[in-house]
């Protein structure tokens, strides 16, 4: 192996760490939304800063790799693509952080009536199960199940302007629950951008295994050979 | 833009040994090609081609066609090849300037070529060191003897010699390769600034090199021509396997 190979081996190893994490962030968000958990969605808070470390890690790690190695061809597109889904994967982290924020900001148990109606846990689980698959897309090369991404978003973006509406029915319906109400708002348009970046981080995916920029094309050019 | 050179199914035997397998590619006119490789690949021989250096050699045997503005230059009157050469200069790895004062070895082809209009030489001279890039360091001591440049100056002084007789085409054969960093900055300058007026094909063993400044880069292994294309597509996506073992340095 060479020193090169072992520098973008460490790369790769800290690049899954940190998706490994903000996966699992995002799914004790929701755990803590649905039962209520506060001490789970404190540790959702506190975590957000090793997502950050992570970030700092791998922008450190392509700096490095850059100035002293000039990689070029599959191992420079490693290295753009690793930092651009870095920065992707902060902001979900982000995200799963101020969605667990709302859930301690909760001055009671959300009513599981509006948890369903509003569809956030399923849009949650889709959310959830997007970033993992570019997880296991990236690990194992599949650019077929990265592709998958731009279909999958299409639910959330439904979900998403399906809210207002439905959120106000519930305020409707359950006066004493408005203010969860409102919350619930909150995560859904946070969570809707959870898609927006497992896109992104699908056109890093194919954009390092196939050497296809797919940034800014039409729809069908992106779903390809899916 | 127009094809300045082009090979077509050139093949080219050193006695038993194949060194070029039907190499066929076009050299457009004011660019500048990189030939990269493993070393014995073929890359020197193929430079080589261009001002029939490779006929010096013996026992070796050409085919196919190697066009210069369209005209085979291995069908060409043996009257005519050192026509040939004066259209085509060559920069080799070391410096290598004549025993002779900064001014005569930048004279010398004009001499050798019959030009005795001292004026005329004088001005030859002083165009091409300055487009060398080195007028301002030698022009008080161009009585001098050469050797006492330095060897990045003298690399210079060896592509003002060849850009004196005003060739076309400039060959250079790891030009750099023996050369500090800074002289190496300035020659990989200079080719830079030479493309807009010559053609120019380089061989190296520098990959950075290449990327820094050719135009095309052809990739040759075992006397094949694997991969021909821009630079920049041969250093992000090159399409053959083996181009991307070779730059990633995964070779063998």
Known sequence: MTHLDSELRILKSDILEMWRLVVLQLEKGKEAL???????????????????????????????????????ATDLRLVLASLKISNN??????????????????????????????????????????LADTLEAFDNEDTRLARTMFKRDKILDKIDEAALDLVYECIITYPEQARNSLLVMSMIRKLERVGDMSKNIAEEIIFYFEAKVLKHKKKKQKEGDE | MANKLETIDVNLHYGDFHALKGISLAIPDHSVTALIGPSGCGKSTYLRLFNRMNDLIPNTKITGQVLMDGEDIY?????????????????????NPFPKSIFENVAYGLRVNGISDNSFIENQVEKTLRQAVLWEEVKDKLKKSAFELSGGQQQRLCIARALAIEPTVILMDEPASALDPISTGKIEDLIFELKNQYTIIIVTHNMQQAGRVSDYTGFFYLGNLIEFDKTKKIFTSPSKRETENYITGRFG
């Open chain 1, 34 to 72: 649905t039962n209520f958990d506060r001490d789970l969605a404190e540790e959702v808070v506190e975590n957000e800063k090793r997502v950050n470390s992570y970030e700092l890690k791998i922008d450190k790690d392509c700096e490095n790799i850059f100035a002293l190695f000039q990689p070029v």
């Open chain 1, 89 to 130: 994967l902060e902001r979900v982290g982000d995200i799963a952080a101020s969605v667990a924020d709302f859930v301690l900001d909760a001055e009671q148990d959300f009513n599981k009536e509006i948890l369903e109606r509003t569809k956030i846990l399923e849009m949650y689980s889709i959310a959830n199960e997007m």
């Open chain 2, 75 to 95: 069908k060409i009157k043996s009257s005519k090849i050192d026509h040939l050469r004066r259209t085509v200069g060559m920069v080799f790895q070391k410096p």
